[in-house]
């Protein structure tokens, strides 16, 4: 059957309306059902203990359940692939770290492509230290100390890691390109392994999560040269940072939240919107800080910048380091 041409026409822009409709009655009535937060690294890590946190908050908040799903596997690439092929929907949720952004780059073939398939949302903290621990026994006790010894001894010093690509090996990586140092890399399969190995003396220096060295240090087991953040930690005031010796040295962990590419932006902007008041509530600031975190505020626009800066200052890094994934 023939249609009259304004009839057409009139069909045409109703469909072409459709998928218009759809977004900004999903954005409307979302959440209708639980909604999926996946994390890539096992409970009662930090990352999971983050994503919790968030989840209740957001599961009172949006009136529907927060399931967080633990997806461990391939350095947390087997949680960004779930997602990343997941429905644009708001209904499966990322829990992002520093991890992501080191990966693209650290592992060649994926089945996802990071900067392209995931959307950033919101931003949860940023600027989690690392701390440079020698041991006891190791002469040097300052960072320009263990400068100068590194250059007068290069390849003799001996950095532990917890495996090659982890962030103890990155930071160590930034540290020797900007120091113009050459450290000897030792992988572990773990950090426990190294730190045990660092306490006997085994090796001299590990760049390590400030969480599990800190006790270390306190008991003197461990020697803290610097943290690796911008900022002086309040578990540590007296230990410097980095770049107080290293002008621009800045190695920080985040977290935040992010959804597969396509997420309509109405709910994009809730969950922001949603998230935002949870870090400044009072209970979850308090909460933050017991954990030695402080909560980081964005737009989505403004945490795609982030984590796109983030992806690409590890990126020049892995690669100017030939680090290649086992």
Same mark, same amino acid.
């Given at each position: 059957?023939?249609?009259?041409?304004?009839?057409?026409?009139?069909?045409?822009?109703?469909?072409?309306?459709?998928?218009?409709?759809?977004?900004?009655?999903?954005? *409307? $009535?979302?959440?209708?059902?639980?909604?999926?937060?996946?994390?890539?690294?096992?409970?009662?890590?930090?990352?999971?203990?983050?994503?919790?946190?968030?989840?209740?908050?957001?599961?009172?908040?949006?009136?529907? *359940?927060?399931?967080?799903?633990?997806?461990?596997?391939?350095?947390?690439?087997?949680?960004?692939?779930?997602?990343?092929?997941?429905?644009?929907?708001?209904?499966?949720?990322?829990?992002? $770290?520093?991890?992501?952004?080191?990966?693209?780059?650290?592992?060649?073939?994926?089945?996802?492509?990071?900067?392209?398939?995931?959307?950033? %949302?919101?931003?949860?903290?940023?600027?989690?230290?690392?701390? %440079?621990?020698?041991?006891?026994?190791?002469?040097?006790?300052?960072?320009?100390?263990?400068?100068?010894?590194?250059?007068?001894?290069?390849?003799?010093?001996?950095?532990?890691?917890?495996?090659?690509?982890?962030?103890?090996?990155?930071?160590?990586?930034?540290?020797?390109?900007?120091?113009?140092?050459?450290?000897?890399?030792?992988?572990?399969?773990?950090?426990?392994?190294?730190?045990?190995?660092?306490?006997?003396? *085994?090796?001299?220096?590990?760049?390590?999560?400030?969480?599990?060295?800190?006790?270390? %240090?306190?008991?003197?087991?461990?020697?803290?040269?610097?943290?690796?953040?911008?900022?002086?930690?309040?578990?540590?005031?007296?230990?410097?940072?980095?770049?107080?010796?290293?002008?621009?040295?800045?190695?920080?962990?985040?977290?935040?939240?992010?959804?597969?590419?396509?997420?309509?932006?109405?709910?994009?902007?809730?969950?922001?919107?949603?998230?935002?008041?949870?870090?400044?509530?009072?209970?979850?600031? *308090?909460?933050?800080?017991?954990?030695?975190?402080?909560?980081?505020? $964005? $737009?989505?626009?403004?945490?795609?910048?982030?984590?796109?800066?983030?992806?690409?200052?590890?990126?020049?890094?892995?690669?100017?380091?030939?680090?290649?994934?086992?």
């Amino acid at each position: 059957m023939k249609l009259p041409h304004r009839h057409f026409l009139h069909l045409a822009a109703g469909a072409a309306a459709l998928p218009c409709v759809s977004r900004s009655a999903l954005a *409307q $009535t979302y959440p209708n059902k639980p909604v999926r937060l996946v994390v890539g690294f096992p409970a009662g890590g930090v990352v999971d203990v983050f994503a919790r946190l968030i989840g209740q908050w957001l599961s009172e908040r949006l009136g529907q *359940q927060i399931v967080v799903e633990n997806r461990t596997g391939a350095a947390g690439n087997l949680a960004t692939e779930s997602v990343a092929k997941a429905a644009p929907d708001g209904y499966t949720l990322l829990q992002l $770290t520093l991890t992501n952004a080191i990966n693209a780059t650290l592992f060649e073939r994926l089945n996802f492509n990071f900067p392209a398939d995931i959307a950033p %949302v919101a931003s949860i903290f940023r600027g989690s230290s690392s701390i %440079v621990v020698v041991n006891p026994n190791f002469s040097v006790k300052t960072i320009p100390e263990l400068i100068a010894y590194a250059k007068a001894n290069p390849g003799k010093v001996t950095m532990a890691s917890a495996g090659i690509g982890s962030v103890q090996h990155i930071y160590g990586e930034l540290f020797k390109m900007m120091a113009g140092v050459d450290l000897l890399h030792v992988p572990y399969r773990g950090g426990p392994q190294a730190l045990t190995d660092l306490i006997s003396g *085994q090796v001299q220096i590990i760049f390590d999560p400030l969480a599990n060295s800190v006790e270390h %240090v306190k008991a003197s087991r461990l020697r803290a040269l610097a943290v690796t953040s911008t900022k002086r930690s309040a578990l540590l005031p007296d230990v410097p940072t980095v770049s107080e010796f290293v002008s621009g040295y800045d190695a920080s962990g985040w977290q935040g939240i992010g959804a597969p590419k396509n997420t309509p932006a109405a709910v994009v902007n809730r969950l922001n919107r949603e998230i935002n008041a949870g870090l400044a509530d009072p209970k979850i600031k *308090q909460r933050f800080a017991e954990l030695g975190y402080e909560p980081y505020v $964005t $737009t989505p626009a403004e945490y795609s910048t982030f984590v796109a800066g983030e992806t690409q200052k590890w990126g020049r890094v892995i690669r100017t380091a030939n680090i290649k994934a086992e």
